[in-house]
């Protein structure tokens, strides 16, 4: 006899497939009900094929009340002139080439969005909606670590994203947007047991490069629904503005601020890209750099700043990025080789990295080292074991089992450090020889270019691992 197995015991969640915006949207709406809250992330994570048809959907059926809350909406600017359209057309057609426009932000640009419909954002363009009375009126005055609670108090029952698709894993990254979705999905979750309709939503485009992070990477029975219609519009891009030399004077001096083995956050825009170029001729054309700054005599200007602060020199252990947006700056300074410091996540290990007590090639001491910073036991516990292993100190294939470290052999090594036996055991059959799991990047999300989204897609897996899409908690800290 065949098991019955209860669903709702085990909370076993069956994802939907579809190959059609409209039919998830109108199924959307027979699973939550005609009053719909959808959030959706800010910037390039919008599931727009799936917004514009339930957005139809709204317009055509008035006993649908949909409130859509989001933060910067990204659309082609509306164009009011012949002249505007003769000159700015051609570009922004090259730049976004087949870019599927959010048709909110049509009616909301021209203040005729229908009473059903309702558009709140946190997180506005800058001097887009002046004398807009709608889009100021519908605004969140929000810090972005505190979205979450001052946007569920409006109830948002459906939770929708832009998602990237590994085929050989048959798993899916939330990739560009990785902060909020976690959080905005557990809230759903305990909506669900309070007996509450609720929809996790994913749209897929294989435009949009696959991220990796404990927060980035989500198994397919994490969405109720997911979307794939296997026609991929372009992401939207952010073209580079050409440089002034004041903008290039400007990234010169804040070079010299910067120092080797150093954590670096920049925004984006003409400043940042400034600066990574100056930083690329600091590391690549060092004499050329400082004959720079000493014919705008940078160091009689700034000299005890520079001393203080900074540094002149190329970048022998390079820098670390640890930022809210990933882009196409950190990208040429990892091409240029300036981009390479790794960090480990963990706080204490990092501390001995920091003081040079340890090194990212393990040599037999490390455990001593370890021991007498109390990172681990004398005695390796099960959690010692997966930190050693997590982190290098003990190759792939070791296995743990009651105080035993297992060899593939089979052999069994006592896991007690303080005996000398079994500790050169460990350190002539264990032990790894690099340290592995660090980070170059740390990023929350992520906006650029054609070439910038382009460089993401082409990173090998290895480089992959490099970067962790996490939460902006961990990247402002």
Known sequence: ??????????????????????????????????????????????????????????????????TLITGLTLSRPILKTELEKRFI?????????????????KYREKQQLPKNINVIEFFLL??????????????????????????????INVLAQLVAFNPYTQQYSVSCNSDLFRPMQQYLNDCKKEGKNIAILGEVNANLPFMLGDNAVIEANEFTDIIDTKRYRALFAVPREELSPQDNLIGLYTSTLIKDNSCLQIGIGKLSNSLASALILRHEQNAIYNELLNRFLAHEKFGETISLIGDVISFEQGLYASTEMLSDEYMQLYHHGI??????????????????????IITPDVFDILLENKIINPVLTESDFAFLQKFGFLKNDILYQNGDLILPSGERISAELSSLTSKQAIIKNCLGIKLKSGKIIHAGFY???NSFYNSLRDLSGEELQQIDMTVISRTNT
Do not use: C
Not at 339 to 360: A, G, H
């Open 447 to 449: 906006l650029g270019s």
């Open 126 to 155: 800058t001097g887009k909606y002046l004398n807009n009375h709608y889009v100021q009126q519908n605004y969140i005055s929000s810090t972005y670590s505190n979205v979450l609670n001052d946007t569920i108090y409006y109830g």
């Open 339 to 360: 981009l390479k410091k790794r960090v480990y996540d963990n706080v204490e290990l990092q501390k001995l990295l920091n003081s040079n007590k340890i090194k990212e």
């Open 1 to 66: 006899m065949n098991e019955i197995i209860d669903i709702e015991r085990y909370d076993i969640r069956m994802t939907t497939y579809f190959d059609n915006s409209d039919t998830a949207a109108k199924n959307i709406v027979d699973q939550v009900g005609k009053t719909i809250v959808i959030g959706v992330p800010l910037g390039l994570g919008k599931p727009i094929g799936f917004l514009n048809a339930l957005f139809r959907l709204a317009w055509e059926d008035k006993t649908i009340q949909l």
């Open 89 to 105: 057309e051609p570009i922004i057609e090259r730049i976004l080439t087949d870019f599927e426009d959010p048709l909110y932000e």
